[in-house]
């Protein structure tokens, strides 16, 4: 029976008497209130994607200076509409979408609370939507906030106001996740939570932190602008607001390695080579990858250098380690599950037989791949205290944050949307071409685009949030004019990024209204991993008597591209002042 | 790893041996190999890393280090940006057709030789940009975006109070055209005649954050903004101390 609000028929499934279906691809048992919060938040996923996705556009082609479309104040607000809308809103409603599908899904129980829930999205909506109604109305003597924020810039108190908003909507969707967790340890004490919930468990841990932070540093800052209270410390907003500001992009992370092991287990076969190492690289990350928020202050005064030292050197390898660690244990839990399912042969084989034209299975493996060489690798090195001399507020920290946040995380939420249209929504693709065609188009085109701004930002230092600095600088005989080639590329590539952007967009909306019904089970099948899921049941056939060594070569080629790249940053920075000489 | 069925009684001289001879093969299966995904992965892996060579390359030998060896790398991944993805896109595939279905001598002899002549023509490809490198390799481009930008214009600007009035002058004037002072949406002066000394009432000033804020803009004939200095009031000495300056 379909509620009167669902025109399209999308929160329309067929359901047992106690409200659960088994789903023909996962094997689990979903009660409806999963499916439906699911869809809810994912759909204003998608929506917020697309909006933020118009942004990509006006600042891209700002930044090209050739096309050079808008003013350099019109250029922020749009670069902070572009930030909020995809860096928070787009990421963190998915996020809510993954918590309730690692916790209640996984864990085949129903919802609780759907009333919180949808009290949750109703409040995160509202401060959504005010964020966005601040940022686009702002006027002198406000400025656009960009997505920091920093005191004492004078920003619209409507912008405080929707973020703490929108951050209490968060904290509120998330206690139906945690009332899941409480039950299921309640009625099982002793059984081990199953990976992916685990890893939405500390995801979610991380999350609450990060958003502990945000209150901290924007419930006073907000009284500040209203001029409640007479002075507000820059320096301790500044270190207050990244606790959010780079704890989000924390939670994307973790989301994203708990969508990479949930996604790849289910339509690739792969299988856990090591549930102990695995969750311990989550628990690493649960004590050390929020410290590694400390290197957006490496350049600024008011802490020590110890503090720096620690935050950014030796507390953040422990979740560099982890982070290596998911770098092979995913990979390698695919190769040895499709050797066991007998799609091995040779070093790479059970990489090249992959289901390739499965969106699903692409998205999560380029997401994988461009993560680590263009993103993991640039964010160790210059979240580092001396090399990050070299790469601070450069348009190469752009490059970095677009290799992690949009070709990892986005790619990895935009198969897990596939996903979802297949598996929740029941709906066919619109055009199963197209929707093999996307993630190959929007990666290789992203990756050009991140590559260049990593280029242009590193080879001739050219600086972030500018609208102009090619074309001119204003009043300065100083020329970056010789950047204007790679601007070019970049400006293309963006162009077809956005493109593969809005193919994704036309597809899963398109799917959604138009596409064809899955009527049962039969019609998932091509989803399914080769041999079915219960393969992995199997105690007589344990997966690590597989070989991995495809994996291992990957990995050291992964190492060799890592070692390499940290040399000559290292190299470069020696050369700056001639130690030594 | 898995045992394979060598000779557990090999000495180390044949282990390296046979391990090389084994490196060799995968190598040369992986070249070969010809199924649609191979092919991408071959083609964006040697783009890719084509790219990182030249740009790893450029970078260093920006910084004024001269070691001939980055003249080639730098020349390599260039070539390879574009030469991968024609190497492991269409010439594999092609020699590998044409080894079944050509039937005229030269066009065997082609096929039997077409890998080892395409990375001759792509080696000496490489060497010929390494001794006598091209423009666009070098990003060395006579701008069409290179603009006249004249000289430099930063002049300090030394504001100080009295009397409920601010008063600012700058240390230069060349270049300048004119110079407006805003505060929060409003005007609140423009001054189009050198020296630019500029007058104007703190009462007129926006207040932001209790505190009233100035934005002085230097701009040139077009009315285009050449500098912007903000400042605020509480931080402009009173005319009986020292003026402050500096942008």
Redesign the interface.
Known sequence: MAHKLDVLGLFDNEYRDDGFRTCSVTGLEVHRSVDNHVKLFGLTAVVALLYGGIFAFTVAMTRW??IGLLDAADFYTHLSLHAWNLLIFWMVFMEIAILYVGGPMVLGRRLPFTKVAKAGWLVMAAGAVLVNYAIWTT????EAPLLTAYV?M?ISPLFYAGAIVFILGTVVAALPFFATMWYEKREHPDKTLPLVSFAAFVTSIIAVEALVGGLVAFVPTLL??L?MI?WWDAAWYRQMYWIIGHGTQQINLVAMIAVWYFLTHVVAGAEVVSEKVSRTAFILYLFFINLGAAHHLLSDPAVSTGWRIWNTSYAFYGATFASLIHAFAIPAGIEAGRRKRGKGG???GWL?S?P?SNPVFSSTIFSIILFG?LGGITGVMMGQLQLNMTWHNTFATVGHFHGTVVLGTTVAFMGLVFFVIRTMFMRQYISERLASIQP?FYS?AM?VAV?MMM?VG??YGIPRRTAEV??????????L??A???FAIFGIFALLAIAGGVLFVLVAVGSLVFGDRVENGADNADLVADGGLGMAQDPDDPVHAY?M?GTFVLCLVFLA?FV??YL?NW??LT??WSIGA | MTPHSDDATASPLESVTRAIARAWRDLLSVYYANTPIWRLFKSVGLLFFGFFCWTASSLVLSYGIEWTILEYTRAYGFVLILWGPLTHAVIVPLVIRLRRTADRPLVRAIARNGSKINLSIFLAIVLILGTAPVSPMLLDFQSPLQSDSGSDVNPDLSCTRADGEISCTLSETEGIDSVVVTSGESQIARVEDPPYDVTFREDDLESVVGQKEFVVELRDEDDETLRRYRRSVSSVPNASLEPSSGA
Do not use: D, H, K, M
């Open positions: 200076e050739v006027e002198a003597p406000n004492p004078p500040w602008r001029e007479q040779g070093l790479f090249t992959a390739w060489f190959f290789a990756g590559l280029y590193i080879l090619v074309e001119n600088i204003p009043g300065t005989e100083f020329s004019s010789a204007s080639p790679l070989e060594r591209a390499i790249t000559l190299y470069l050369q700056l």
